[in-house]
Structure formats: C-alpha cells, structure tokens
Antibody
C-alpha cells in the first residue's frame, strides 16, 4: 500500500533552517510528483510547492522563493523539504503528499510539526 | 488570506444532505480543475474529489463534486457522525502561479 512517512517533530530557533524528510513506499517513487503543504495550528492549508522526483524539477510558491528547497534521493525513495531563515510564523505542521497534479494529492504523510521559538 | 472562499461552517442532522461552496475567480476555479479534501481532527487531509467531480477509489458515492463558472460545490448525502471534519477545496491559480486552497468549512452533524 502507498505510504509516505515523514520525519519527526522539530524545534528550531528563529533564523535557523529545518529539513523535513518524506519516505515513500508502495509505488514507484519517480512516477509521481511530491507536493508540500503546511498548516499552522487552527489555520487552513497552505501550498508550498512541488518536486518531480524523476527530473528533480521544482516549483515553489512565490511566498517561499529563496527560503525553500525541495530535493530527493531516488535511491531511498525519499523527498526532502528544507526551509531556511525560520521565523515564528513558520510554526506549522508540514505535509508531503503524492501528487496526481501539483494541486491534487492522493496520499499524504502524517505531518511533521515544526516549532520555531526562541 | 485565501483566494478561494468557503462558508466557515455547515451543519445538518444525520442522514441529511449538506453542500459546501467554494468561490473563486477566472484565474483559478474558472480555468482549472478543483479538488476537495476532508480533514478529520488531528489527521492529514484526505482526497475526496479531484478533477471537479471524480472520486478516488474507496470514496463512497455519498460525496460528489461539481463546478460551474468560478464556483465549485461539494455535496455530502446521508450525513454520518464520521463526516464531522474540516473540508477544503483546492486548485491552481494561473495568475499567481500558485496552488490555492479554500478557507475551509467545518461540517457538524447535529
């Protein structure tokens, strides 16, 4: 069965970086995009961007341009999302998801809570 | 602030029907496919509808989607207590070049 398993919760100080991993199983990793979405506590969903694991091509929301990097390691079917220059407003649960399209995700990871606090 | 507007909440008794609207513009809903997600408390979103009105395998036909112009609608019939959740619409915005989600709607089963 398709599964996306994300890395554990992180606590970071303002200005630091965080790298969240997303390990895929149950399907051919390079056949589907990986989308990243975040959700602050009590808030709605926010689309961050996508990555094509086959080509490595990426597309980021302008809001995160220059701060986000999405990469992958195809040998271990794992995608990564790194967010730098963290601020308190980045405190949220970060989800990876298998993309049917860049905005349609059919399988989701369990989420990774990133807390930014001094 | 989302570019897609949903009602904050809807409610109905068990067995009844609810509809959730998602209002956008020509740059998003008007020219792109819409998806719908269900998010139960404390869990990741789950895809209910894609390409405006298609259901993934395993999603019961109690859930339906439609689109007209710059608005989309999710319908849930035969409401069950297990349907209590937050529901989000999503699509691409061609002007902003970004994926966008609706503001979210909380469904309460009375």
């Amino acid at each position: 069965q398709v599964q996306l398993v994300q890395s554990g919760a992180e606590v970071k100080k303002p200005g630091a970086s965080v790298k969240v991993s997303c390990k895929a199983s149950g399907y051919t990793f390079t056949n589907y995009d990986i989308n990243w979405v975040r959700q602050a506590t009590g808030q709605g969903l926010e689309w961050m961007g996508w990555m094509n694991p086959n080509s490595g091509n990426t597309g980021y929301a302008q809001k995160f341009q220059g701060r986000v990097t999405m990469t992958r390691n195809t040998s271990i079917s794992t995608a990564y999302m790194e967010l730098s220059s963290l601020r308190s407003e980045d405190t949220a649960v970060y989800y990876c998801a298998r993309g049917l399209t860049v905005t349609t995700s059919d399988y989701w990871g369990q989420g990774t809570l990133v807390t930014v606090s001094s | 602030q989302s570019v897609l507007t949903q009602p904050p909440s809807v409610s109905a008794a068990p067995g009844q029907k609810v509809t959730i609207s998602c209002s956008g513009s020509s740059s998003n809903i008007g020219n792109n496919y819409v998806s719908w997600y269900q998010q139960l408390p404390g869990t990741a979103p789950k895809l209910l509808i894609y390409d405006n009105n298609k259901r993934p395998s395993g999603i019961p036909d109690r859930f339906s989607g439609s689109k007209s112009g710059t608005s989309a609608t999710l319908g849930i019939t035969g409401l069950q207590t297990g349907d209590e959740a937050d529901y989000y619409c999503g699509t691409w915005d061609s002007s902003l070049s970004v994926g966008v989600f609706g503001t979210g709607t909380k469904v309460t089963v009375l």
